[in-house]
């Protein structure tokens, strides 16, 4: 039988990861949430086929979503701010509008 074990740790790595990461522009949370989410998927059933702890796994796939949820408001966010900035110019134009 093969043992859920690898697969609950790198689950939970996953999950703390995304959240980190969600931070940088979002993009990099929403992959790593992404992979810890399928990875917990398959952990989770593998555990208790086993008999063996689930609650590692839980926990990762639990920390996935919330990173992948954190990540996507944010890459919003980081969207919009963007679109705004271009929107309203930027440099000495905009600088002496703000003057005027």
């Known amino acids: 039988m093969e043992s859920s ?21 979002g993009i990099p949370g929403i992959i ?3 992979i810890g989410l399928v990875l917990g998927n398959k952990a989770l059933p593998l555990a208790e086929a086993n008999g063996e702890p689930t609650k590692m ?3 990762g796939r639990t ?3 919330v990173g992948l949820i954190l990540g ?11 679109i705004c900035t271009v929107c309203l110019g930027t440099g ?8 005027n």
Do not use: D, P, Q, R
């Open 5 to 25: 074990k690898g697969k609950s740790i790198a689950t939970l790595i996953l999950g703390i990861a995304s959240i980190v990461l969600s931070w940088g522009y």
């Open 32 to 34: 790593a949430g992404i």
């Open 57 to 59: 796994a839980k926990i």
């Open 63 to 65: 920390l996935s979503i």
């Open 72 to 82: 996507i408001v944010l890459f919003v966010v980081y969207l919009g701010c963007t």
């Open 92 to 99: 000495s134009e905009a600088l002496s509008n703000l003057n």
